[in-house]
């Protein structure tokens, strides 16, 4: 993708995310009204299944250092520290997320351990390396994955958890029409493709797991050493 149409897809991408923030910051926290939360335990249970498998597959963090690509409003960040992370670098191209994700960690008092970057991966990530990456939520707009994934390679010297949507022959035209009329692009994938992607960028030991429910997203798990 040249430079001025990745801008302009970045900021489709960027501008939904900005509108969404409240949203999903009431999501995960479970501040929305019994309606609501009802809707979310019986179509979105992915959303914190995926939050499980993450952690579980994380391991032990403790005194590790940590890079959430797409951290959003701040639950992993803030998991992670609490799991004994060193230092969380969390990273997201929408500015009301951050200003979300700052109020958790400062509220919890652990804003110290915490760095958070406005931009998008690998663009604005510093060049430092982690132990461990993040990435949920993110791939689903990712136009060029390949580059995204060899760049996350680079920056991960023990392992990454990644989320990816799946194809199914209901949601995802209804999801792909539902995001093409708030302007923000999605994409899809199987697990032979995820498979491939990750171990073609630099990854081994790849774990590829469809998460049973409404959602049915994949996660994945790719290890450098």
């Known amino acids: 993708m040249h430079g001025n149409n990745r801008q302009k897809h970045d900021l ?11 949203t999903f910051d009431t999501f995960y926290d479970k501040k929305r009204n019994r309606f609501m939360q009802w809707i979310d335990i019986r179509f979105r249970s992915d959303m914190f299944e995926r939050f499980r498998i993450t952690f ?4 032990s963090l403790q005194d590790k250092t940590l890079i959430d690509i797409g951290c959003g409003s701040g639950p992993y960040v803030a998991e992670a520290v609490r799991r004994g992370c060193l230092k969380v670098t969390g990273l997201d191209m929408a500015s ?21 970057i406005l931009g998008t991966f690998p663009e604005n ?14 791939i689903d707009y990712i136009a060029d994955p ?3 994934l060899s760049k996350l390679a680079s920056h991960v010297t023990s392992l990454a958890v990644l989320s990816f949507p799946s194809k199914h022959w209901f949601r995802t035209p209804f999801r792909k ?13 199987d697990s032979d493709q995820i498979y491939n992607l990750l171990t073609k960028a630099g990854f081994f030991k790849v774990t590829v797991q469809k998460i049973p429910g409404a959602g049915m997203d994949y996660v994945a798990v790719g290890h450098r050493s």
Not at 12 to 22: I, Q
Not at 181 to 187: A, E, G, H, I, N
């Open 12 to 22: 489709k991408v960027g501008t939904y995310f900005d509108k969404a923030a409240e």
């Open 56 to 59: 579980q597959a994380l391991g």
């Open 96 to 116: 009301g997320m951050l200003d979300l994700a700052k109020h958790r960690v400062e509220s919890l008092g652990i804003g110290n351990k915490c760095n958070f």
């Open 125 to 138: 990530a510093p060049p430092d390396k982690y132990d461990c990456a993040i990435v949920m939520g993110v």
């Open 146 to 148: 390949d580059s995204f």
């Open 177 to 189: 029409f539902r995001y093409w009329l708030k302007r923000c692009p999605v994409y899809f994938y």
